[in-house]
């Protein structure tokens, strides 16, 4: 997969920057440029349906070093910004349901809020940009290689 297709879905529709997304723009934007910052300003910058959710931004702040009201302005002004509705906290407790029966199990402490995300890509049919690769348990993912890191832009299966 190539930056260019993950423009092309973002005219098609939206596309949420999951927390790994925009941590890792956040702490590249606060060290000298390098050619992924660049990749991901590209991205930033040309998508024009991104969103994120009240869950990731409560995992930005928690997680970000810098100024806490300018992480919050910069979400605000450029992301569309996602609430959690019943049909969205439906599908991820399917979700949960469906994992649990495969015997998957996800890596951190927040993966529940992985699985609220990954909703949308049910409920609204919306990708997901990530660095998790938990997001392949749940949603048909493709990867793309930006100078050794590997980024998924995932859709329900």
Partial sequence: MHVDEVL???DQTYVIFDTSII??????????????????SYIINNCRNKATTLLNLEEILVGSIGNKEEIENFI??????????????????E????VREEGLRFKGENW??????ASFAYTHS???????SDFKKILDCKEMHIYENTYYLCNKA
């Fill in 95 to 98: 979700l949960e349901a469906k």
């Fill in 8 to 10: 092309q879905k973002c």
């Fill in 23 to 40: 941590l890792d723009y956040i702490r590249l934007s606060s060290r000298n440029k390098n050619h992924r910052l660049e990749i991901l």
């Fill in 126 to 132: 919306y990708y997901i940009l990530t660095k998790d």
């Fill in 76 to 93: 605000f002004y450029s992301f569309k910004i996602l609430n959690i509705t019943e049909k969205e906290t439906e599908v991820a407790a």
């Fill in 112 to 117: 529940r809020i992985d699985l609220f995300i």
